[in-house]
Structure formats: C-alpha cells, structure tokens
C-alpha cells in the first residue's frame, strides 16, 4: 500500500517563529489532507489539497503532486499551534485515507 | 447539526468483556471509518464502510468486529476485550468524493 511519511517528527519553537512540516507519498494521489490533533485529542482538519497552493490565515499548504509531497507552513507561530499535525493521502482508485505518522510540534512562550 | 458524534466518550473495561461503540452521523455521508490511535503514535485504520449494509478490513482488524445497518450508524464491537486493545478510537465520515474527512471527538477504552 500507499507509504506516508512525516518530517520532522518533533518541532519546538519559540513563539512568533515561522516552520515548514512536510508529507512525502509514495504513489499518485488523488485526495490528501492536513490535520492538527490539538493537546486534548481532537483532530481538526485544516486543509484538502490534492495539489496546488492554499491558505488560511497564518497557515498555508502546498501539494506538488507529481514530486509526490506536500508542504504546511506555519507563520508566526502561537502557543495554540501546539499539538500533532498529521497528513493523509488517498490513493487514487483506493477507498482508505492513510494517515502519516505526524509531526509534534511545541511552540513555547 | 452535531456532525460526528461517538458514544462512549469514555469506558473501562475487564478482560475478556465486550462492547459496542456508537459513531453516528448527520452529514449523509457514504464512507465511515474506525480509526485506533495509540499513544504518540498515529492513526491506524480498524475498519470502514463505503455505504450502508458494506464493511471492509483495515490494517488492524483483529478482535473487532463492525456493522453498517442504518448509512448513519456504524459500529465498533469488541467481542472479548484485551489489554492491547487500550487506546483512544476515533470514527471518521467522508463523502466518497474528493472532499474532507471529518472526526467524532473520540472514545478513550481502557482494558484492564
């Protein structure tokens, strides 16, 4: 099956620093997504982007599906961005979301 | 329009008892997912449905069982629960489409 990998696996930040989160896929997909699990466990999705360039307020995401990876970028950072940030991907002709093993991130005042 | 609701949130449990876990939800969607997550580690998929009345194994499928008999119900069984079956289990909706997955809020199971 479809493999999924997250770097780095851990991240600490100061307050107000900017990162890069990346997700590499093994196969073509056709559905993939970003998620932050926030400190109490529940999982938000923050993005759908299959390919492209998307942003939402300090976070953006891009996906350059032919190199078969995808980028989360987060500016400025903030004490709330704490958490674990998974991607998951959907093989295109498969059924199953396969989640990466995600990034932790600690963003310290 | 509560979205994605578990029941439990919260159980414990005695080895070799069984449970059912309850996800429901009101977005009509076609595909549901029973994901388990261990701690520090990612999600791993149990089981899903694509449509109401279909079932289909994941990675982990072992010692549970699911039902998809209303396309807004599906459901966790744990047969004869195991301590390795401690974990928080989360069940997902999708529409099938190329479109966003959305969580319950999740269920924490301890076996003792």
């Known amino acids: 099956g479809i493999q999924v990998e997250q770097s780095p696996p851990d991240l600490i930040l100061q307050e107000g620093a900017n990162s890069t989160l990346r997700c590499n896929f093994s196969d073509s997909v056709n559905n993939l997504q970003w998620f932050h699990q926030n400190p109490w466990g529940q999982l938000i999705n923050l993005f759908y982007?299959?390919?492209g360039t998307k942003q939402n307020g300090r976070l953006s995401a891009t996906t350059v599906a032919t190199e078969r990876y995808s980028l989360l970028y987060i500016s400025s950072s903030q004490t709330t961005d704490s958490g674990v940030y998974f991607c998951a991907v959907r093989n295109t002709g498969f059924q199953k979301l396969v989640f990466g093993t995600g990034t932790r991130l600690l963003v310290s005042p | 329009n509560a979205g994605v609701t578990q029941t439990p949130k919260f159980r414990v449990l005695k080895t070799g008892q069984s449970m059912t876990l309850l996800c429901a939800q009101d977005?009509?969607?076609?595909?549901m997912y029973w994901y388990r997550q261990d701690p520090g580690m990612g999600l791993r998929l149990i089981h899903y449905s694509v449509g109401e009345g279909t079932t289909a194994k994941g990675e982990v499928p072992d010692g549970y069982n699911v039902s998809r008999l209303k396309k807004q119900n599906f459901l966790l069984g744990l047969e004869s629960a195991a301590p390795s079956q401690t974990s928080v289990y989360f069940c997902a909706t999708f529409t099938g489409r190329n479109e966003k997955l959305f969580f319950g809020s999740g269920t924490q199971l301890s076996v003792l």
């Open positions: 977005m009509n969607h076609e595909y």
């Open positions: 982007i299959p390919s």
